[in-house]
């Protein structure tokens, strides 16, 4: 197990057996946001593929000596017990007291329930940094890269992954508590701005960018902006055994595959990155 006291301060064991800081920071999400994807998770093929795309990519750019990842906004835990069942010592940082709980229920060892300010962690500290549709989340986005950086030692990773293109912006990111989409080249950019080198960048979801178009994008700008998806969206997120579904798994896979290999993918509705602390 990660020895919390070694990678930061201003933390206290609770006897739930997660780790407290402050949670009175505003983050921009949903206050139900954790609860609404704890339904969905095990049952998503977004989720799903999201996974297994992430722990291709940690695979093929293992972290700095085998050291544990930060799964940073790691929500309900289900990236890092992805993470953890592909051979990764993981430890989740979580302001949610609920997603938190979630994570800890699912089996996460070390769960620490606050922001990286309030968890006071020590400067180049941590091996491996994982930011999961986390960064589209923060207003000032290279600034908070930036914290990222100090936080990480010279060679470490960081992984992440945001939404991708801003002509796919919808109801659901105003929802859902984003600030922007990107471009591949957009994040990248930005997060060699903050002190990492990229080592590997790639679009995933390549099946997705025209159906969130045509059913979000288009009727949004159209003023059809509905009202919140408090189930987000379950029906979207099971396609069942149809053969479209089937079209969509097999290249959904072949997808996990080009990221294994280190192959960039040329589009899709997410991007995925990896770089190392420059």
């Not at 989720?47 to 050291?67: D, L, M, Q, W, Y």
């Not at 835990?77 to 994570?103: H, I, R, T």
């Not at 479209?244 to 959904?252: F, I, K, N, Q």
Request: charged fraction near 20%.
């Amino acid at each position: 197990m990660i020895d919390v006291s070694k990678v930061a301060s201003g933390l206290v064991l609770g006897t739930d057996g997660i780790w407290y800081g402050d949670t009175s920071e505003v983050v921009s999400y949903p206050s139900d946001g954790n609860q609404a994807c704890f339904l969905l998770e095990d049952s998503s093929f977004w989720f799903k593929h999201r996974n297994a795309c992430i722990s291709a990519a940690v695979t093929a750019f293992p972290p700095k000596e085998n050291g544990p990842i930060f799964d940073i906004g790691g929500g309900n835990g289900f990236v890092s017990v992805g993470l953890m069942k592909a051979g990764f010592e993981v430890g989740l940082v979580e302001p949610g007291p609920e997603g938190a709980a979630n994570a800890k229920k699912r089996g996460v060892p070390t769960v620490i329930c606050a922001t990286i300010a309030s968890a006071g962690f020590r400067s180049a500290s941590l091996e491996a940094v994982g930011l999961f549709d986390v960064i589209e989340h923060v207003n000032e986005d290279v600034c908070f890269l930036e914290s990222i950086r100090s936080l990480v030692k010279k060679g470490g990773r960081l992984y992440a992954t945001v939404p991708a293109y801003s002509t796919l912006w919808s109801n659901e990111d105003r929802v859902a508590g984003h600030f922007r989409r990107y471009t591949r080249k957009e994040i990248g950019d930005k997060i060699e701005r903050a002190g990492f080198k990229l080592d590997y960048a790639t679009y995933i979801f390549k099946p997705l960018p025209l159906p969130i178009l045509l059913f979000r994008s288009l009727p949004y700008r159209l003023g059809h902006r509905g009202s919140p998806d408090r189930n987000g969206g379950a029906d979207h997120h099971r396609p069942g055994n149809s053969m479209a579904s089937r079209m969509l798994r097999w290249v959904l896979d072949g997808e996990t595959a080009k990221i294994a290999s280190k192959e960039p993918i040329a589009f899709g509705g997410s991007c995925l990155l990896v770089a190392s602390a420059a």
